[in-house]
């Protein structure tokens, strides 16, 4: 069987490029974000050298499900990739370092009665300016999660939604200001900022909560204009200006068209 190098599969669900080549995983989830059945599949990087290797499953300390990669760029020898089941994975210099899960971070497992696994189901990541990481936490109560360059962990509850509990989290931006823009799957997307009292605002649909055509956002991103862009499951949206966070508590969205 001769085959040419390339990825462990064909079938990609993330990507995330750096100076010199990219990372790609290949663990999913459904359009309900629900990461049964559970995939152990390992993580492969590109190179400068133009070659492909893969880290397999059996060395990543059981992390299942990777679907999001957050390289950090102050050092692009540290990446992190979320498990939409089991944690943060963190490698250093290309090998798996560390996995963070509820019980050595401030991350939290889901509680449901009956269910005994320990389901901690991270996705959405980014780096700020500070070189602090964050991510999301679905179904639980603090939804925001931070894992500060002096490696302390904080947990922040994400007071906008009304029910945090049953809400699953997509991507995550994080604009000039330092506010963290998070997808949900039933809340809108939701604007958090630790250094404006924990400020926290949904954009939600109807003309008075936001705007948009749907509460189901799939993607987020800010624009060199900062203006921000919201992808929902039945439209875009956008907001003319990231700013207006840090002075109005109600955003509205605009189309496009």
């Known amino acids: 069987n001769i085959t040419p190098n390339g990825p462990d599969r064909n079938k990609i669900f993330a990507v995330q490029s750096f100076s010199t080549g990219l990372w790609a995983a290949y663990g999913d989830y459904s359009v309900f974000y629900n990461p049964y059945p559970l995939d152990t599949f390992g993580v492969s990087k590109y190179d400068a050298t133009s070659k492909w290797t893969t880290t397999p499953y059996a060395n990543l300390f059981d992390a299942k499900s990777i679907t999001r990669i957050a390289i950090n760029p102050k050092n692009e020898k540290q990446v992190y990739f979320s498990s939409n089941f089991s944690g943060l994975l963190k490698f250093e210099n290309d090998l798996p370092a560390l996995l963070y899960d509820n019980a050595n971070s401030s991350l939290q497992k889901i509680l449901i009665p009956g269910y005994t696994a320990i389901d901690v189901r991270i996705n959405g990541s980014a780096f700020d300016k500070e070189g602090n990481l964050w991510m999301t936490n679905s179904l639980v109560e603090k939804g925001l999660h931070v894992l500060k360059a002096n490696g302390q962990w904080q947990g922040y509850p994400l007071t906008s939604l009304l029910s945090p509990l049953s809400i699953s989290y997509g ?87």
């Open 171 to 257: 991507r995550l931006a994080i604009d000039k200001n330092g506010t963290k823009w998070a997808c949900t799957n039933y809340g809108g997307l939701v604007g958090f900022n630790e250094k404006y009292n924990n400020k926290c605002i949904s954009i939600a649909d109807g003309q008075d909560a936001g705007n948009l055509p749907v509460r189901d956002v799939r993607a987020v991103a800010i624009d060199t204009k900062n203006k921000l862009w919201i992808g929902t499951t039945e439209g875009l949206r956008i907001v003319q200006n990231v700013d207006s966070f840090l002075t109005q508590n109600n955003l509205t969205s605009t189309s496009i068209i």
